[in-house]
């Protein structure tokens, strides 16, 4: 039998992604992710896997992220029950988004949910199938496999993956992180492969500097202080937060961000920054050294956090300049929704969006610029100033996508995932016309021999 990989998601878009990988003795998977975004998406998420899971050996994770791990409770429900391999910081971080999404799935996110994708008992029995592994560490989860993560860059515990089976080796880019950015450390260069699963999100274009990023940032928050109004940040719990709350704790302790409110208002990503604090040994050269003097680099005078939905409703009735961080990161769910709806009819209001924004996500439209939005049944009227930073998002741009790719000497054939076909296509010109390999684009559901 000859060794397959079919694309079951992320394949022509963003999210869900998983891949399924055959050979004559075992069947394993790379992630097992959520799909997101309009109710097309999410009907994904409710069909039946297109394999027994009863006949998965075993799941390798990437890292944390919902559109990567988000299924796992309902691979579990549906008799999964071979290992998952990751790292101890995915593990710890995939414990509290898991759980919070069995929350809100057990709650209902939208009038259209007719039952939960899982519930909070699958999420905590899925707990149990996990072992952890370090970066750079060889481990054999079957005879005649071999695996090794390495650091991806991309958010705390984020992986690489090296696979090799029967003579093949096969590595899966996972995500990859925006390379040079505070916090994380750079993706690690991998020299030998026969196949390549590279993500593409940011495939076709490319971020501001960073540098650019802190100054645009610091401006629209002197704008706010200035015009006495909310900067509102719609933020994913995990990494954009806590990058932001770095930032802005460097810009304290330079002296240069304005005495005004930060609030974060997100109990999940104060549960993850608590995290973060874990794992600083994880983190980059700059961070050790601020570390030195600093000893809470995500804390400063002027910042607080909610915990409860009373302290979160009473932020409407906040006057004056305020930042206010807030989930979700694509404003489709969550308090921030609560703040747009408060303020988005305000034309001193500014919304800065720090991420990818998935297509028909609310995030997208207001980008888009539209004029009109239904929030909560509630029909608004756009007079906000939205706003985009791409600089602060954690996908490499076109350029570290392509510096990644050019770390691999032995020609491997590139599958490119992970990406809206927009931005698939213009990065295989470039893999082909400047690195000389092979790239290919699949659909989803497609099965390639390897």
């Known amino acids: 039998m000859a060794n397959t990989i079919q ?9 869900g992604s998983s891949y399924l990988v055959s050979t004559d003795s075992a069947k394993f998977l790379i992630d097992c992710g959520l799909f997101q975004g309009a ?11 297109p394999y027994n899971p009863t006949k998965i050996n075993f799941l390798i994770l990437t890292h944390a992220h919902l559109d990567h791990c988000g299924l796992i409770p309902k691979l579990y429900r549906d008799g999964f029950r071979g290992r998952i391999y990751t790292t101890p910081a995915t593990f710890d971080l995939a414990q ?63 992986a690489i993956v090296e696979v090799w089976i029967q003579g093949q080796k096969l590595v899966f880019s996972g995500d990859l992180g925006n390379s040079p950015v505070p916090i994380m450390k750079d993706p690690t260069i991998i020299r030998d492969a026969n196949y390549v699963i590279c993500e593409s999100t940011y495939g076709d274009r490319l971020h501001e500097p960073p540098s650019a990023r802190e100054k645009n940032l610091l401006a629209t928050i002197k704008q706010a202080a200035r015009d006495g109004a909310k900067l509102i940040i719609p933020s994913f719990a995990l990494e954009r937060s806590q990058d932001l709350l770095y930032t802005l704790n460097n810009f304290r302790n330079s002296g240069v ?16 920054t608590d995290i973060f604090k874990r794992y600083t040994k994880l ?43 807030a989930g979700s990161g694509m404003a489709d769910a969550g308090r921030v929704q609560h703040h747009l709806l408060h303020h988005l009819d305000e034309p001193r209001t500014q919304v800065l969006f720090v991420g990818f924004q998935t297509p028909n996500t609310l995030g ?23 706003k985009e930073l791409g600089a602060f998002s954690a996908h490499a741009d076109q350029a570290g996508l392509l510096r990644w790719l050019s770390g691999f000497t032995s020609k491997p054939t590139v ?17 082909l016309s400047k690195l000389k390999l092979k790239a290919v684009i699949p659909a989803m559901g497609e099965i390639k021999t390897i």
């Open 7 to 15: 694309f079951l998601g992320a394949a022509g878009v963003v999210t």
């Open 39 to 49: 109710a097309a998406a999410d009907r994904k998420n409710y069909q039946s896997f």
């Open 96 to 158: 509290a988004i898991l759980t919070n999404a069995a929350q809100i799935q057990e709650h209902g996110v939208t009038d259209k949910q007719l039952e939960a994708l899982f519930i909070k008992r699958d999420a905590t029995n899925s707990f149990k199938l996990f072992e952890t592994h370090e970066y750079g560490k060889t481990f054999s989860p079957m005879p005649g496999i071999k695996v090794r993560l390495n650091d991806a860059g991309h958010i705390l515990g984020a």
């Open 257 to 272: 961000l304005p005495n005004i409110p930060v609030i974060l208002d997100s109990p999940l990503a104060s549960q993850i």
């Open 283 to 325: 983190f980059d050269a700059d961070f050790q050294r601020y570390l030195k003097t600093d000893k809470d680099l995500f804390d400063f005078p002027g910042f607080r956090q909610t915990r409860t939905k009373f302290q979160s409703k009473a932020l409407n009735q906040l006057s004056g300049a305020a930042v206010i961080i």
């Open 364 to 386: 997208r439209r207001l980008i888009n610029g539209a004029r009109q939005v239904r929030i909560m049944r509630h029909r608004i009227t756009v007079k906000a100033q939205i």
């Open 415 to 431: 599958f490119l995932t992970h990406g809206e076909n927009i931005s698939r296509e213009a990065l295989a010109k470039k893999v």
